[in-house]
């Protein structure tokens, strides 16, 4: 069984991590840090302390009516990506520990584009 770093749970929702091939599980979030737990195999998880996060960035899509997906960028071990029944609340429930400056919006499809063409034609 893994021991979780939170003293006091704010929020235990279900969700899917999308790290490797998709895992389905739980996230939990408390004053330690963000986790999340396997359903099938307790020794996948994932545990991430708020002084190592370093943002979080969230897939906005339709003016703001729906995020499929956000993700965690860390200071050391790169970026994980989730996503929940309710993102909102998750991202509510994250805002309390993370500086909400480095909560942001990840870029769009054409966002993309429009970057890729302009250091395309700036060389």
Known sequence: ???SINT???LVIDATSHI???DY???MIGDKGF???NKRDK???IQIPWEEVDSVIASVLFKGKWIPRYAIKTKRNGTYTFSSKDPKKVLRAMREYIDPNDMVRSLGFFDVIKRG???KFQK
């Open 1 to 3: 069984m893994v021991q």
């Open 8 to 10: 006091k749970v704010d």
């Open 20 to 22: 490797r091939a998709s």
């Open 25 to 27: 599980g739980q996230i």
């Open 35 to 37: 986790e999340f737990f």
């Open 43 to 45: 020794r996948k998880f």
């Open 117 to 119: 063409f302009k250091r």
